[in-house]
Structure formats: structure tokens, C-alpha cells
Nanobody, 115 residues
Framework: QAQLVESGGGLVQAGGSLRLTCVVS????????LGWYRQTPGMHRELVAS???????NYADSVKGRFTIPRDNAKNKLDLQMNTQKPEDTAVYYC?????????WGQGTQVTVSS
């Protein structure tokens, strides 16, 4: 069972940028399909971006063109680059396998976008 550690969240103004990082303690990181999810109070966790082991990416319509999901297999690191942020991006962000989560969830990282 891998451990997931997310970091990089914070407070940003609308239109600004943040970069999130997830370190995954998995021996098979390089071949895993991974993603970033987000959750707001009272809502289900939604998948916003994913990347396969072959680096094919997919994005939710709500973030397409604004977010990218690079991965660094040498460091077992998955990032989420968030640009042109909107108040509706405010959520706790988590990483996990995608499109179905497999590992126990990490603590997540809070992102707050002020208008």
C-alpha cells in the first residue's frame, strides 16, 4: 500500500497560479495511471486531471486549458500546475490512482482562490 503526500496548497487570488506536488511511495510509480482529485464540503471527490504511465493526459472540462499534470518518474512525483485560477477551484486537492482510486487517501492540500 503506497503512501500519498500532497503539498503546495495555499491562498491565491483569482487569475493566479499554484503548483501542487504529490509524492507517491510506490515501487511501480512509473507505470501507474495517476490523477488529481478535489473535494469541497458536502460534495463527492471529483477527478480533475489524470495521466497514464505513457503520459497521456485527460482533464475535466472545468479545468481544461488551465491545469496541467506533469509527472517525474525519477522522483515518484506527480504535480498539478494550476493557472488562471477561479474561485470555484477552491477545494481540498488529493492525488491517487485514476480513474479509479486504489490507495488510501492522503491528507490532501487546501487550495483557496479569492475573488
Amino acid at each position: 500500500q503506497a503512501q500519498l503526500v500532497e503539498s503546495g496548497g495555499g491562498l491565491v487570488q483569482a487569475g493566479g497560479s499554484l503548483r501542487l506536488t504529490c509524492v507517491v511511495s510506490s515501487a511501480i510509480f512509473a507505470i501507474e495511471n495517476l490523477g488529481w482529485y478535489r473535494q469541497t464540503p458536502g460534495m463527492h471527490r471529483e477527478l480533475v486531471a489524470s495521466i497514464t504511465g505513457t503520459r497521456s493526459t485527460n482533464y475535466a472540462d472545468s479545468v481544461k486549458g488551465r491545469f496541467t499534470i506533469p509527472r517525474d518518474n525519477a522522483k515518484n512525483k506527480l504535480d498539478l500546475q494550476m493557472n488562471t485560477q477561479k474561485p470555484e477551484d477552491t477545494a481540498v486537492y488529493y492525488c491517487n490512482t485514476a480513474p479509479m482510486w486504489y490507495y488510501s487517501w492522503g491528507q490532501g492540500t487546501q487550495v483557496t482562490v479569492s475573488s
